[in-house]
């Protein structure tokens, strides 16, 4: 059983938004419960089906790697109170995703193969193959979509010369951005991983604290490869074995689809699904080094209804 879709009406509600794949729930302009569901999206586009455990995977990892760098930047997190919820603090978020790249990989690597040299206003060296190590890690942001629009691709200067961030909160941002991915790629490289790229998005609490929101290292904002063999493969020209959601997006272009106009998409059998939800929990295991827990599925919905709710009272 999966769960695509919450109408929760809990105590002290004040509104509900729908992102891609998390619903969140405003509690007396207060908290924010934040149900991670099982839907997938690729190419910025929502996967009609949803994949089994991928919610619960996902909230697990992203609130476990807050409590890992939470010494080095502040988070929004406050309690888990069922395996796909968080509940936080609520924030004004800032409308661009901190994009970081430590390699020239998914969408760094396809700009670069039609001939781009300079991605969101940083250039990136000639002579560079697909999955190259960039000399230092960039910053590539993303002006932040709203459901079923493609995140687009914007500079530094056009971020501030707009007026989507202001200078001092850009620093703040780009500070924390390189300090957590810094961490994890120390954790990643302890559990025989690279972290490859990843995107973080920040907030402001009600006191104007820039904390990090969302989630964090996890396969669906992240990629990841294995450690063992990089360097071989690379010097052969061969693909990377990779820890991320890069598998579902190749299954969809080999299928035809990118999520460009007029592009249908291919059908996901419930065998295909399956493997998608295998391949998750595979990268739970590796990212996270032990073993995945599956929740009851039973009832998802009156789950996480009942967990929230208790959780509420006892505020």
Same mark, same amino acid.
């Given at each position: 059983?999966?769960?695509?879709?919450?109408?929760?009406?809990?105590?002290?509600?004040?509104?509900?938004?729908?992102?891609?794949?998390?619903?969140?729930?405003?509690?007396?302009?207060?908290?924010?419960?934040?149900?991670?569901?099982? %839907?997938?999206?690729?190419?910025?586009?929502?996967?009609?089906?949803?994949?089994?455990?991928?919610?619960? *995977?996902?909230?697990?990892?992203?609130?476990?790697?807050?409590?890992?760098?939470?010494?080095?930047?502040?988070?929004?997190?406050?309690?888990?109170?069922?395996?796909?919820?968080?509940?936080?603090?609520?924030?004004?978020?800032?409308?661009?995703?901190?994009?970081?790249?430590?390699?020239?990989?998914?969408?760094?690597?396809?700009?670069?193969?039609?001939?781009?040299?300079?991605?969101?206003?940083?250039?990136?060296?000639?002579?560079?193959?697909?999955?190259?190590?960039?000399?230092?890690?960039?910053?590539?942001?993303? &002006?932040?979509?709203?459901?079923?629009?493609?995140?687009?691709?914007?500079? %530094?200067?056009?971020?501030?010369?707009?007026?989507?961030?202001?200078?001092?909160?850009?620093?703040?941002?780009?500070?924390?951005? %390189?300090?957590?991915?810094?961490?994890?790629?120390?954790?990643?490289?302890?559990?025989?991983?690279?972290?490859?790229?990843?995107?973080?998005?920040?907030?402001?609490?009600?006191?104007?604290?820039?904390?990090?929101?969302?989630? *964090?290292?996890?396969?669906?904002?992240?990629?990841?490869?294995?450690?063992?063999?990089?360097?071989?493969?690379?010097? %052969?020209?061969?693909?990377?074995?990779?820890?991320?959601?890069?598998?579902?997006?190749?299954?969809?272009?080999?299928?035809?689809?990118?999520?460009?106009?007029?592009?249908?998409?291919?059908?996901?059998?419930?065998?295909?699904?399956? &493997?998608?939800?295998?391949?998750?929990?595979?990268?739970?295991?590796?990212?996270?080094?032990?073993?995945?827990?599956?929740?009851?599925?039973?009832?998802?919905?009156?789950?996480?209804?009942?967990?929230?709710?208790?959780?509420?009272?006892? *505020?």
């Amino acid at each position: 059983m999966t769960i695509t879709d919450t109408n929760f009406n809990f105590p002290g509600q004040k509104s509900l938004y729908k992102g891609k794949v998390r619903a969140v729930y405003n509690i007396n302009d207060d908290l924010l419960v934040m149900v991670a569901t099982d %839907r997938l999206s690729a190419f910025d586009v929502v996967m009609p089906k949803g994949i089994p455990f991928k919610g619960q *995977i996902l909230n697990q990892i992203a609130t476990k790697f807050m409590a890992q760098t939470e010494d080095l930047v502040p988070n929004w997190l406050v309690a888990t109170p069922d395996p796909n919820v968080a509940v936080g603090h609520l924030c004004e978020p800032f409308k661009v995703e901190m994009v970081i790249r430590g390699y020239m990989s998914g969408h760094a690597a396809r700009e670069y193969k039609a001939g781009k040299r300079e991605l969101c206003g940083v250039v990136m060296p000639e002579g560079m193959v697909e999955n190259d190590k960039f000399p230092e890690p960039i910053i590539t942001p993303a &002006t932040k979509a709203e459901m079923g629009d493609h995140d687009e691709d914007i500079s %530094r200067e056009d971020i501030i010369k707009k007026g989507i961030v202001s200078e001092a909160d850009y620093l703040v941002l780009e500070d924390y951005t %390189r300090k957590l991915f810094q961490r994890g790629t120390e954790i990643a490289a302890e559990r025989g991983l690279i972290l490859v790229d990843t995107k973080y998005e920040f907030g402001k609490t009600k006191d104007g604290k820039i904390v990090l929101i969302d989630e *964090i290292h996890t396969p669906d904002s992240s990629r990841y490869f294995y450690a063992e063999g990089y360097e071989a493969r690379q010097e %052969r020209g061969e693909a990377q074995k990779q820890l991320s959601k890069e598998f579902v997006r190749q299954w969809l272009i080999t299928n035809g689809f990118q999520g460009l106009e007029g592009q249908a998409l291919p059908e996901m059998t419930d065998a295909y699904i399956e &493997t998608v939800s295998e391949r998750y929990i595979e990268l739970y295991e590796n990212i996270m080094g032990e073993p995945f827990v599956k929740a009851d599925v039973t009832n998802i919905q009156e789950r996480i209804k009942t967990n929230v709710e208790n959780y509420l009272a006892s *505020i």
